[in-house]
C-alpha cells in the first residue's frame, strides 16, 4: 500500500496493513544502499506559508516479488509559534506479522547543527495497543512512539524510515500508492517506484499528480516523478468521489481484476466448509424445516448471521486479508465481514441456494473501475445469492434487518465476484426508492385562535436503512434517553413548538419505524403591515441546496454528485380558527425539475385544513457543472416562493 509518510499533528505515520520483515521492534540504521538520499532543501518562497512547510516530500518503493520496501521522508521547518502546537510526538504503527520498520532518521536542524532525537533508541517508546477496540477492532499493531523535545520556531524537523512489508496471502504481488498530502507549497517532492525489470506492473497518475518518467535502471523499471516548489492539486468541491482522486500515483503487480478473484477465491471456499457433524448444518435444517420459498430462507440465513453474531474485526496476522472459519465464527459468536461472509455461504450451500462473495469498497467505490487492479482497493466483503436468475445482495455485518428488502442493491458501485475461474469488476446499479425513506407529518391545530397555543402532532415514518437504525438505536439506548434526544431534536425555540411526549411503533413486515411527538406550538400570526391581515409564515419553497463555484484546479468541470437513491415526503396540516373561512393559502403548487430532482409542491385548503405537502426525489446520481450553474437559478426561484397561511381582514 502506500509508503507515504504522515506528518500530521503529532507527526503520526499510519501503517495500512501492508508492508514487511515481521518484527515487534523498530531497528534503527541508515537507509538500504537503494535509496537516494536526498539533501534538505531551500525553503520555497510562498506568500502567506502556512506555520508549517514542507521542505522535502521523499517516497521510495522497491517491489519484489520476495517483499517490498518502502522508503518515507518529510523535512518540515517551523515558520511560526502556532506550528509548535501540532507537531509534538513521532509515531509509527505496524503489522509485526507482516511489517518491519527501521528509523532512520529523526534530527532537528537549528542553525546548522543536529540534534539527534535517535541517539538513544530508549526514548523510543514501543507499545502493543489497541487503539480500535471501541469499533470492535483487534489488528495486533505495535506504535512507536518519540517526543519531540525542545522544538522551536525557525528548526528543521527531519524525519525518515523503510517499511518492509510481506504477506503471503499476496503470494509476491506488490502494490504503492503515493499521494501528494500537504499543504501550501513543497520545496522538492520526490516519488520513485521501482521492480524487476522482468515484472510487469502497471501504474496511474491522476490529474494534479504530473507527469512520471520511466526508465530502465541497474535491471530494473524505474518510474519516478522529482519537481521542486509543488502546490499539492485540491480535488474540486462537490465532485463524485472519482474526480476528488487528485494528486496521486498507483503502482500494482496484478494484471487485472480476474487475478485477484482468483487469489481470495481458495480462501472463501476453504472458510465456508462444514464438518458432518457441524452445528451450522442443524441451523441450516431448522430454516429449510420451516420456510419453504428460496428468497425467504436466504434471508433468514441474513438475519441468523446478523443476530447471532457479532461483528469484530480482526487483522492480526493474515487476519487482514484471510476469513476466519464459519465454524469458529459460530462458536465464538463474532467475526468480520470476511467471518460472516463464510458463515452466510456455508448456510446457503446447506440451503442449496447458488451464493458467491463480493469484494467492495464501503464509501468509496465510486470510480473503482478506472483505478490499477489490487486488493488494496477493498475494505469489505458481502454475498450476493442468486435466486431465479436474480441477484440480492447480503451484507452480515448489518444489524436489525427486518425485511427481505435488506437485500436490494447496495450503494457501494462496483463490486468484484470471488471466483475459482477469476470474474471482472461488475457494476452494482442501485434501484430508484419507491417508498420515502422518510414520510414527515406535522399537523397544528389553530382551531382556537391565534393567541391560543396550537396543539402540535409530528409524525415521523422511516423505511429501509433508515428504519433499520432506528431500531438498531432504539435497541441499544435506554428509552428515556431514546425520548430526550427526539424531544431535544424537534423542539425548536425559533418555530415555537415544544415537544412534550415521544412514542414509537415498528412495523417490520413493512419495513417502517414511526416516531411520533405530541407537543404545542406557539404559532407566529404576525401582522402584514401592508395588507392588514394576520398571516402564518411557513418557510422558503421547498429547494435542493445550491451549487458552489469551483476554483482553478484539476478536474474543475466535473459534474457534482447528487444524493442517489433518495426520496423523502413532507406534509404540514394547520387546522384553522372559525371552520377556515375567509382564510387564503400561498405556496409553490406544481412539479420542478431542477438539479437532478423532481420536487412535487402542493398548497390548499380543505375544509377548515390549510395543507401544504413537498415531495421530492432525486432522479439522477450526478449532474454536469454547466447544469449546476443554470440550476443555481432555478433553486434561487423556487426559494423566492413563500409559504403561507392568510386570515382575513
Given at each position: ?7 500530521t ?14 518484527a ?8 538500504g ?30 517491489l ?30 505496524w ?18 547543527k ?18 480500535n477496540?471501541?469499533q ?13 523535545d525542545?522544538?522551536?520556531?525557525g ?40 521492480w ?81 457433524d ?76 447458488e ?19 489490487t ?31 435488506a437485500?436490494?442493491?447496495?450503494p ?22 419507491t ?12 382551531s ?16 429501509g ?23 431535544q ?57 445550491p ?11 466535473a ?17 384553522l380558527?372559525?371552520g ?11 412539479i ?9 409542491s ?14 421530492q426525489?432525486?432522479v ?20 423566492d ?9
Amino acid at each position: 500500500m502506500s509508503s507515504r509518510l504522515f506528518l500530521t499533528s503529532s507527526l503520526a505515520l499510519s501503517a495500512i496493513a501492508f508492508a514487511a520483515t515481521a518484527a515487534d521492534k523498530p531497528t534503527y540504521g541508515p537507509p538500504g544502499a537503494w535509496v537516494d538520499v536526498a539533501p534538505v532543501p531551500p525553503a520555497p518562497t510562498e506568500d502567506g506559508a502556512a506555520a508549517v512547510q514542507v521542505l522535502l516530500e521523499d517516497h521510495q518503493s522497491r517491489l519484489d516479488p520476495s517483499g517490498d520496501a518502502y522508503y518515507s521522508r518529510r523535512t518540515i521547518k517551523i515558520l511560526k509559534p502556532e506550528g509548535l502546537v501540532g507537531v509534538k510526538s513521532m509515531s509509527v504503527i505496524w503489522s509485526p506479522d507482516i511489517e518491519g520498520v527501521t528509523l532512520h532518521t529523526l534530527r532537528i536542524i537549528r542553525d546548522g547543527k543536529t540534534i539527534d532525537l535517535l541517539a538513544d533508541p530508549k526514548d523510543v517508546l514501543v507499545l502493543r495497543r489497541e487503539t480500535n477496540l471501541e469499533q470492535a477492532s483487534l489488528d495486533g499493531r505495535i506504535t512507536a512512539t518519540r517526543q519531540i523535545d525542545g522544538l522551536q520556531t525557525g528548526d528543521i524537523l527531519d524525519f525518515a524510515i523503510t517499511r518492509t512489508h510481506s504477506d503471503p496471502v499476496l503470494q509476491g504481488h506488490s502494490f504503492d500508492g503515493e499521494r501528494m498530502a500537504f499543504a501550501g507549497v513543497a520545496g522538492r517532492y520526490r516519488t520513485i517506484i521501482s521492480w524487476p525489470k522482468r515484472d510487469v506492473v502497471s501504474w496511474k497518475a491522476t490529474p494534479g499528480f504530473g507527469v512520471p518518467v520511466l526508465k530502465e535502471v541497474d535491471g530494473r523499471s524505474k518510474l519516478s516523478l522529482d519537481e521542486t516548489n509543488v502546490l499539492a492539486p485540491k480535488p474540486p468541491i462537490g465532485a463524485p468521489l472519482r474526480f476528488l482522486r487528485v494528486g496521486q500515483l498507483q503502482a500494482t503487480s496484478f494484471q487485472d481484476w480476474t487475478e485477484i478473484s482468483k487469489l481470495m477465491a481458495p480462501l472463501y471456499l476453504k472458510a465456508s466448509r462444514l464438518a458432518p457433524d457441524s452445528p451450522i448444518k442443524a441451523e441450516a435444517a431448522a430454516i429449510a424445516a420451516r420456510v419453504k420459498d428460496p428468497k425467504a430462507r436466504t434471508f433468514a440465513a441474513l438475519q441468523l448471521v446478523e443476530d447471532k453474531t457479532r461483528y469484530f474485526f480482526i487483522g492480526m496476522g493474515e487476519g487482514g486479508y484471510l476469513p476466519a472459519n464459519a465454524e469458529d465464527t459460530w462458536a465464538r459468536r463474532f467475526g468480520d465481514c470476511k467471518a460472516k461472509t463464510a458463515l452466510l455461504l456455508a448456510l446457503l450451500g446447506e440451503l442449496g441456494v447458488e451464493a458467491e462473495p463480493v469484494l467492495v469498497n464501503l464509501g468509496a467505490g465510486d470510480g473503482l473501475d478506472e483505478l490499477p487492479p489490487t486488493l488494496a482497493a477493498f475494505n469489505h466483503v458481502i454475498v450476493r445469492a442468486k435466486i431465479e436468475g436474480q441477484s440480492y445482495w447480503l451484507d452480515g455485518t448489518r444489524t436489525g434487518d427486518t425485511n427481505p428488502q435488506a437485500m436490494n442493491p447496495p450503494p457501494h458501485r462496483w463490486g468484484l465476484p470471488v471466483r475459482a475461474q477469476g470474474a471482472k469488476l461488475e457494476q452494482i446499479v442501485e434501484p430508484q426508492i419507491t417508498v420515502p425513506t422518510s414520510y414527515t407529518v406535522i399537523r397544528l391545530d389553530a382551531s382556537k385562535g391565534f393567541e391560543t397555543l396550537a396543539t402540535a402532532r409530528i409524525t415521523i415514518t422511516f423505511s429501509g436503512l433508515l428504519a433499520t437504525q432506528a431500531r438498531s438505536i432504539l435497541a441499544r439506548t435506554p428509552r428515556a434517553d431514546f425520548e430526550r434526544s427526539f424531544r431535544q431534536q424537534y423542539s425548536n425555540p425559533t418555530s415555537g413548538i415544544e415537544v412534550e411526549q415521544v412514542a414509537w411503533r415498528d412495523d417490520p413486515v413493512r419495513d417502517l419505524f414511526t416516531i411520533e411527538l405530541t407537543g404545542t406550538d406557539d404559532m407566529d400570526w404576525r401582522k402584514n403591515p401592508d395588507l392588514g391581515v394576520r398571516e402564518f409564515r411557513l418557510g422558503s419553497g421547498a429547494a435542493p441546496r445550491p451549487f458552489p463555484k469551483r476554483q482553478a484546479g484539476p478536474n474543475q468541470d466535473a459534474p457534482f454528485a447528487i444524493p442517489y437513491p433518495a426520496y423523502t415526503q413532507t406534509r404540514t396540516d394547520i387546522i384553522l380558527p372559525n371552520g377556515g373561512q375567509g382564510f387564503t393559502v400561498r405556496g409553490a403548487t406544481g412539479i420542478a425539475r431542477v438539479a437532478g430532482y423532481e420536487i412535487a409542491s402542493g398548497a390548499g385548503i380543505q375544509g377548515n385544513v390549510a395543507s401544504f405537502t413537498v415531495e421530492q426525489h432525486s432522479v439522477t446520481s450526478e449532474i454536469s457543472s454547466a447544469e449546476a450553474e443554470a440550476a443555481n437559478r432555478e433553486i434561487r426561484k423556487l426559494r423566492d416562493v413563500d409559504s403561507l397561511v392568510r386570515a382575513p381582514a
